[in-house]
């Protein structure tokens, strides 16, 4: 596996634009498997996490209410996990390089969101392990916490495909926004992805690169079916495509449209 680079603040949580995120996943797909760059297609992302990155992987009831999806364990500890046939929760040894993924997305119609899920763990363990090889034994880095911290990211049902915008304040607020895009750019990588949506653009008649949303009524409703077949290319959910789609401006919001028309007033 490759050593990624890039910047990052004293306590060691990652600086990261969009673009250096989509830089960094490209690297580590080339070095994995670089057909995935160009060819549309599913990237097994558990062959990825165990073969690639060295990850066990384990499935566990995290949670009462499956509120916790997935988690990431950076230093040998216990983990606390849901024990349904005593109802209560109980400890579990887990060593260094585990992700945790919550049994409610073996669901066969969770299957995509636990694909996605396990890429935003994976991504948690390329981008921020460094963050707890500082000190084995280190008190909590961040800065909304003053209670000690287990060498473990727990990745709550909203951290994970979020659809529209969240507040990025705490370092665990980015932190989780960073693995969110980067599961998308290793799930579903720019290049590829690119070229297949200029081709359903070009199949439409749509040649300026993006599409407006409020622009034209049978074309919205076309926008809205091809987070559908993308989804199906690349096996995530169809919110993880069209926030990609989103994300890359393929499809932009009818609001970006008043706000640029209202500039020009």
């Not at 396990?118 to 963050?131: D, F, K, S």
């Not at 990745?155 to 895009?181: F, H, S």
């Not at 009524?217 to 079916?225: L, T």
């Not at 449209?257 to 500039?263: D, E, G, Y």
Request: charged share 30%; hydrophobic share 35%.
């Amino acid at each position: 596996m490759i050593q990624v680079d890039f910047r990052t603040k004293k306590n060691g949580v990652p600086i990261l634009s969009k673009d250096e995120i989509e830089y960094i996943a490209e690297a580590v797909l080339r070095d994995y498997k670089p057909e995935l760059l160009d060819n549309p297609g599913v990237m097994d992302v558990e062959h990825f996490s165990e073969c690639y990155a060295s990850l066990e992987m384990d499935y566990k009831d995290l949670t009462h209410d499956h509120s916790i999806l997935g988690m990431t364990v950076f230093n040998n500890c216990y983990i606390p996990v849901y024990d349904p046939e005593n109802g209560k929760a109980t400890e579990i040894p887990v060593d260094e390089g585990t992700i945790l993924i919550d049994n409610s997305l073996l669901e066969d119609d969770q299957l995509r969101r636990g694909r996605f899920t396990l890429g935003h763990e994976a991504a948690h363990w390329l981008l921020h392990r460094q963050i707890y090889m500082v000190n084995k034994n280190q008190i909590s880095l961040f800065d909304d916490s003053e209670e000690e911290q287990q060498p473990v990211i727990k990745c709550r049902n909203t951290d994970i495909e979020c659809v529209g915008k969240r507040p990025l304040v705490t370092d665990d607020d980015w932190m989780e926004w960073q693995a969110d895009y980067m599961a998308s750019a290793l799930l579903m990588p720019k290049k590829a992805f690119t070229k297949l949506v200029k081709e359903e653009f070009k199949s439409v008649g749509i040649h300026d690169g993006y599409y407006q949303m409020g622009t034209d009524f049978e074309k919205d409703s076309w926008a809205i079916v091809l987070g559908y077949g993308l989804a199906d290319i690349f096996q995530v959910s169809v919110a993880a495509a069209k926030i990609r789609l989103k994300n890359l401006r393929f499809i932009r919001d009818h609001e970006e449209r008043q706000f640029s028309l209202n500039l020009s007033c």
